[in-house]
């Protein structure tokens, strides 16, 4: 699947039904075909206007994302997200959710622990616009509501942060069972650790035996496809020759924070800085394998101010200046050529 199409819940549009709101309205009201009601996958742009229309038609964006959390039918979830329904506790379920929501953008999860509490940190996949209120908040709730279902309990969370607004803030409190802030610079759940640890009613570990091996497998395809890292390579790779670029530029085109880029990166095995030497590296040997380019324009193209300063970064990398490897290069392909 390519990197703009979201795969729609198969039970989205029958929950709609259940709470009284027509698919057909929602398409209508966001300007789309109404065959997008059967279609699988969508366009990003499509699945936002989606979301918002349906805030828009229920009128308070808090009360939208309640109503459809509460009703989204258990029997409707998709593999994935049965896996987490079905894990072993809490704890499970929101690691599998976090590892399985990969193959789904464009939200993504990120699991920290901060003393006795789990934060849940929402980020966005691809360097897109971040999603619509209404989109953030169904995404939270969805998560308590899980670990609700799951273990039989009315669980409340430990606090609720946003970045935007998201209407009437004592509809959510009451949801969440604690305070919801807004105005914040990211947007996160924090949830009471020992909760966590609660098991699920609803642990099926034949069905898990079944489902793991066919979504770690999806997962690694999708991974060896679109890992954070990649992303990061080809944001830098569009912004080297705009002078001096840092890992908050990157992380607001990728619509989240540095401290996520930074700690999201570290779980794939890779730093920003590192990244941004690799790109560099790459880059140049692209640029040298062209004639028509001269190497003080070679070194503005990918990043450096001036010519020594790439001169030295490049005998560090291949161990002689560009103009010789650029020699050696032409030599080897002549030889080819002759051969």
């Not at 979301?51 to 964006?61: H, K, M, N, R, S």
């Not at 009360?63 to 959390?69: G, H, R």
């Not at 009613?201 to 979504?215: K, M, Q, R």
């Not at 560099?280 to 070679?298: F, T």
Request: net charge negative; with cysteine; hydrophobic share 40%.
């Amino acid at each position: 699947m390519s990197e703009d199409r979201v795969k729609l819940a198969p039970g989205f549009w029958s929950s709609l039904r259940l709470i009284g709101i027509s698919p057909q309205e929602v398409a209508r009201h966001a300007r789309l075909s109404l065959t997008v009601i059967n279609d699988p996958v969508v366009t990003t742009a499509q699945y936002y206007a989606i979301w918002q229309a349906y805030a828009e038609l229920v009128g308070d964006t808090a009360t939208a994302i309640v109503k459809l959390a509460t009703a989204f039918e258990t029997a409707q979830y998709p593999p994935a997200a049965l896996a987490t329904f079905h894990a072993r506790d809490f704890r499970d379920a929101l690691m599998r959710m976090s590892r399985y929501k990969q193959m789904c953008p464009p939200e993504s999860l990120c699991l920290h622990q901060e003393g006795e509490h789990v934060v849940v940190e929402l980020g966005w996949q691809q360097a897109i616009e971040p999603g619509p209120p209404v989109l953030v908040g169904i995404t939270l709730a969805y998560l308590l509501e899980l670990g609700r279902r799951g273990t039989g309990r009315p669980l409340k969370a430990h606090s609720v942060e946003l970045v935007h607004d998201i209407g009437n803030s004592k509809v959510l409190e009451d949801f969440f069972g604690c305070s919801v802030r807004v105005g914040a610079s990211d947007n996160r759940l924090t949830l009471y650790g020992s909760d966590l640890d609660r098991p699920f009613v609803s642990y099926n570990e034949e069905l898990l035996d079944i489902l793991t091996p066919t979504l770690d497998r999806h997962l690694d395809e999708h991974q060896s496809r679109g890992k954070l890292s990649n992303k990061v390579k080809w944001i830098l790779s569009r912004c080297l020759s705009r002078g001096r670029i840092d890992i908050q530029t990157v992380a607001k085109e990728l619509g989240m924070s540095d401290r996520t880029l930074q700690r999201r990166l570290t779980e794939e095995g890779a730093n920003f800085k590192q990244l941004l030497v690799q790109t560099r590296h790459e880059q140049a040997l692209s640029y040298l394998a062209d004639p028509s380019l001269e190497i003080k324009e070679i070194a503005f193209l990918v990043g450096y101010e001036d010519q020594n300063s790439f001169y030295r970064a490049f005998r560090s990398w291949e161990g002689e200046t560009p103009a010789n490897w650029r020699l050696v290069q032409e030599h080897w392909r002549s030889s080819l050529v002759t051969e």
